[in-house]
């Protein structure tokens, strides 16, 4: 515990450990307050945890971190947990992209300069574009690294809100309600059908929804992150790491994490929390749970109905009010390593054309494992494919069917990149939407957060303090967004919001 935190009496409990879950209850736990993480899964982490199959090990959901660099957010989290960052290789190329009936791929360099020669190259006549991006990346980037709070929801939100503008900032105002699409025409680049479609593709991993609806001021920071100074980064061993060692910082502090512990309802009275009602899984016992204070890491859908009857009218029908949100369809293959191109990228994303889509972009993002990053036997690798897709229809008719043909189709269509066949498939899994529902506890298996469109971007989304006096949301639906970096994020401005109030 750091020396300069002061003792408290105040109980804290933390609904999920997700990176966000764990990242806020360790950083309480290390200022001294006493806590108390619950989670429905075998194992914490969440979208960022794995799973291991016959001497294979498998990152469930996120693939590559941001964040690492000295400034980044799991970097500064990590050095004032007192605990080591993992060991992680730079993704350099981030992604190679590769677009229908193209076999050279847009390569997101890390190298800055190389990464502009490349979009010029690539998309001759964008340079005002880019140029637009960049500036609104610098300005912003700086903007976030004073810690404001997004959106403020008391005077002391607003002080540090305040306190984050420079004059630098103020060339990004003029942008606020804009999107990519509006700014791609305001380049003169509306006819780009090229540009457009890598936009849209790369867009929807990051901000859930396409150039045309994805705020600029967003966009600007998603589409900068991949280059020096920052940059993304393949983890060795597992993204499980992350979670692993954010416990035991936890631990080392007196905090405290029970899984396979579901928190079934949130108490409140009077407009304040009370507690919490727990369900152990394997002694099915129930018990509330007091408390002064709750964390709570799980969506806004979640959230509402974790409160029931409790939820604010208002808030309730904002949430009811958003736009479908994406689920995740991903295949895990274990594979002989000559299935994988020699120099293969850590990450590619392929757009298909009209051979039988797979998602809602007919997109796979595609993450690679490479000898000795401890995800596979000798001689053997790992691939794992996603596209996002409708979770609705995950819910209604032929599950199995659907999860097989969608199964088929995705392996098809990396076999035009990858050597598949029989022999050198050695293991093969699928998630669904109901998969992620099962092990993550999120609502219909949505993944990825709110989308990040205008008014549900930055200074409009859904703030991390709730109308519930000592209520926090923390994770994927709040400032700013999805991402294992992102919900740290969130996790930060929440404990530092609790601090303030001490
Ligand atoms: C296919 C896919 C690929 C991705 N790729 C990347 C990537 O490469 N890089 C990246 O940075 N991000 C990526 N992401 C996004 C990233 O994984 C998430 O944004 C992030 O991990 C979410 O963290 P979180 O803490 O908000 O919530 P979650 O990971 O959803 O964790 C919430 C936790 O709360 C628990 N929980 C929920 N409800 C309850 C309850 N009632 N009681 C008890 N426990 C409960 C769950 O079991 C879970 O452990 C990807 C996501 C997916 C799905």
């Known amino acids: 515990m750091s020396n300069s935190s002061v003792a408290s009496k105040s109980r804290i409990v933390v609904i999920g450990a997700g990176i966000g879950g764990l990242t806020a209850g360790a950083l309480l736990a290390h200022r001294g307050y006493e806590v108390l993480i619950l989670d429905q899964a075998l194992v914490p982490g969440g979208c960022a945890s794995t799973f291991k199959r016959q001497g294979f090990t498998f990152d469930v959901g996120a693939t590559q971190v941001a964040g690492l660099e000295p400034g980044g957010i799991h970097h500064r989290i990590f050095s004032e947990l007192e605990i080591d960052l993992p060991s992680a290789t730079p993704c350099d190329p981030a992604c190679a992209v590769y677009l229908p009936g193209e076999s050279t791929p847009i390569n997101v360099w890390r190298d800055r300069t190389k990464w502009h020669e490349e979009r010029l190259k690539q ?20 903007f976030q690294g004073r810690d404001p709070v997004l959106p403020p929801r008391n005077l002391w939100d607003l002080w540090q809100l305040t306190k984050a503008v420079r004059p630098g900032t103020l060339i990004t105002l003029p942008y606020t309600f804009l999107t990519v699409g509006d700014a791609l025409r305001g380049c003169g680049l509306e006819q780009d059908r090229r540009l457009r479609t890598f936009l849209d593709l790369q867009l929807k991993l990051y901000s859930q ?88 890491n799980v969506t806004v859908q979640n959230l509402v109905q974790l409160l029931g009857e409790n939820a604010p009218g208002g808030y309730k029908h904002r949430v009811d009010k958003l736009p479908q949100a994406s689920g995740a369809f991903v295949v895990y293959l274990g594979v002989k390593q000559e299935a994988i191109p020699a120099n ?59 999860k097989q043909e969608f199964t088929e189709k ?19 899994e699928a998630a669904t939407p109901r998969t992620f529902a099962h092990y993550t506890a999120r609502d219909l298996g949505i993944v990825g957060g709110i989308g990040q469109r205008i008014p549900t971007f930055g200074p409009f989304g859904f703030a ?29 401005t929440v404990v530092r919001q609790i601090e303030a109030e001490r």
């Open 123 to 142: 998309f001759p006549g964008s340079a005002d574009f880019w140029k637009l991006l960049d500036d609104l990346f610098g300005a912003s980037w700086e």
């Open 209 to 296: 929804v396409d150039a045309e609806e994805t705020a600029l001021l967003y966009a600007a920071t998603a589409l900068n992150v991949s280059q020096l100074p920052q940059g993304l980064f393949h983890l060795q061993g597992s993204m499980q790491v992350l979670s692993d060692r954010l416990v035991a910082a936890l631990e080392r502090d007196g905090g405290k994490l029970l899984m396979r512990h579901t928190v079934e309802s949130i108490q409140v009275d009077k407009g304040k929390v009370t507690g919490v009602v727990i369900r152990n899984q394997k002694t099915g016992e129930v018990w509330t749970q007091t408390c002064d204070r709750i964390v709570a």
């Open 344 to 402: 293969c990228p850590p990450h590619l994303q392929f757009l298909y054309d009209a051979e039988g889509p797979i998602g809602e972009n007919n997109s796979l993002f595609v993450s690679v494992s490479h000898p000795g990053d401890g995800r596979a036997p000798n001689g053997l690798a790992t691939i794992i494919a996603s596209s996002f897709v409708d979770p609705n229809p995950w819910w209604r008719g032929d599950y199995a069917a659907m």
């Open 410 to 428: 995705a392996i098809a269509q990396l076999g035009q990149f990858f050597y598949l066949t029989p022999e050198t498939i050695k293991y093969q």
């Open 464 to 492: 991390n303090r709730t109308p519930i006096k000592d209520l926090w949301l923390v994770g994927d639906s709040t400032h700013p967004g999805e991402g294992t970096a992102g919900v740290s994020y969130s996790a930060l």
